[in-house]
């Protein structure tokens, strides 16, 4: 039997009616579509395949999806991510580039506020010496920068001379008598260091040195450095004693 013939008794056959003995088809009203309507024979099968054409293994090209291609990183095509990355960095400078023009004009604008300090201004000059008849040695205190700063009190038989540098050796000499305290004024320190005393100064808002004379190697500076309020007179900035390694100096009154 061929192939042709075993195909053709898969073909659904007809079955004759109990009653009318026509023909007809189980489960259809008309006959079923066979699958094959002309079943090819073995023979013209086997010959259509044999003549068709390959090409050999060696020429097949495996064909790759383009998309598979592109480089992904989290899930995000790589161009898109250099693209988001580089917005960001722009955004990052652009803002550094406007705090740094900020900052800048706040600079100069303080530096505008504070004036230069010259330390031939910033010399506290004291008024000429009052007759015989008179002990008021109420110095001028006037600074050319800086009279917010300067002591702005009167010391009993003294006048104040300046604010000078200070050092580990004290340029108040000698420098044996010394204190400090939460009640420190300048007219306090005078009166601790006594009669004996001519040279006295005042340092860090709270220190006093007495002595006699000032060293040859003593330094003025700017009248700005003396800025530490007397700890006698805190909450308000009408009295100044000395600075940070500077003292504000007084010096006794000739009688």
Sequence with gaps: MTEADSLS???????????????????????PIPYYQNPPSASTYTESHANQQ??????????????????????????????????L???????????????????????????SFASGDDVVTAAPEPPDNSHSTTPSATSTAHQAITTHVTVTDYRYIG????????????????????AMTNQACAHFCGPETTVFGTSDGNKCFC????????????????NMQCAGKVGVMQEICGGRWFLGIWERVAK
């Excluded at 800048?104 to 303080?110: E, F, L, T, V």
């Excluded at 050092?167 to 204190?179: G, Q």
């Excluded at 330094?219 to 700005?224: A, L, P, Q, T």
């Design 89 to 115: 960095l722009l955004a990052v400078i652009v803002a550094l580039a406007l705090i740094a023009a900020l900052l800048g004009n706040k600079i100069a604008s303080i530096e505008q506020a504070i004036p």
């Design 163 to 182: 604010c000078y540098i200070n050092d580990v050796d004290r340029i108040i000499i000698p420098s044996t008598r010394r204190t400090e305290g939460k």
């Design 9 to 31: 008794h898969q073909i659904p056959q007809p079955l004759p009616h109990e009653s009318t003995g026509k023909e007809v088809w189980k489960g259809h009203d008309t006959a």
């Design 211 to 226: 002595g006699t004379e000032i060293a040859e190697r003593a330094i003025k500076g700017n009248e700005w450095n003396c």
């Design 54 to 87: 390959y090409p050999p293994a060696s020429e097949v090209v495996e064909h790759k999806d383009s998309t598979t291609l592109e480089k992904r990183v989290c899930g995000i095509r790589v161009n898109i991510l250099l693209i988001v990355v580089s917005g």
